[in-house]
């Protein structure tokens, strides 16, 4: 039974593991199996809740520009959710398979170093001496996510940096390695959910 007097805010946030595993591959470039979170009821979380406080009203949640920034949010809940976690229960988690850290290395840095051409996975597999079977298996047990997503996430990254500094879009499709200028904003769209028109209005807002 709740007794509450004054005031009173709540915010539900639902996400998958793997969305969470994404993030502390990609971001935090750590194994996320060696995470596990501890289960928490009536928690009271300042730095947490001062996150989740920065969304905004909901009626702002449709548009376009806002949408960037609630993705910018959730990024810091992820990052204050991987503070929590259960150090005890992570010294029982048991790693197999994957990549080993040296190799994940080399596998994003050929990746970063070759976004402007056509990557297979054929080429990323030879860099660390794996079948494309084997590799492509042990890379989604390492970053979470297929080798497909992870060099189209990247891709969009290279278009946000180049985004800042002024470059046109059929010159920024050309570095980033999209075969067009359609074809860059067709993924922009999906993977942010804004015109590489409106990332760019967005960037150009925030403080350098």
């Not at 040296?102 to 996975?121: A, F, G, M, P």
């Not at 297929?146 to 969009?156: A, C, D, L, Q, T």
């Amino acid at each position: 039974m709740w007794e509450i007097q004054g005031r009173f805010e709540f915010t539900h946030l639902y996400f998958t593991d793997n969305h969470l595993r994404e993030f502390i591959a990609r971001e935090l470039d750590l194994e996320p199996r060696l995470f596990a979170l501890p289960d928490h009821s009536f928690l009271q979380h300042v730095p947490l809740a001062a996150a989740l406080q920065q969304l905004g009203q909901p009626q702002d949640w449709h548009d376009d520009i806002h949408q960037l920034h609630i993705q910018s949010v959730v990024q810091n809940v992820f990052a204050e959710l991987c503070k929590m976690q259960s150090r005890r229960a992570a010294q029982k988690v048991r790693i197999y398979g994957g990549l080993s850290l040296r190799s994940k290395k080399t596998v994003q840095q050929y990746i970063e170093d070759n976004l402007q051409h056509s990557i297979t996975i054929a080429d990323i597999a030879s860099t660390v001496g794996l079948s494309e079977f084997h590799f492509a298996r042990a890379f989604r047990q390492s970053f979470y996510t297929s080798v497909h997503r992870y060099i189209e996430s990247r891709r969009v990254q290279r278009v946000r940096e180049l985004l800042t500094q002024g470059q046109k879009l059929v010159d920024i499709a050309d570095a980033a390695g999209f075969s067009d200028q359609s074809h860059l904003s067709r993924v922009v769209k999906r993977q942010t959910g804004v015109t590489p028109k409106s990332l760019k209005r967005y960037l150009n807002c925030q403080p350098r």
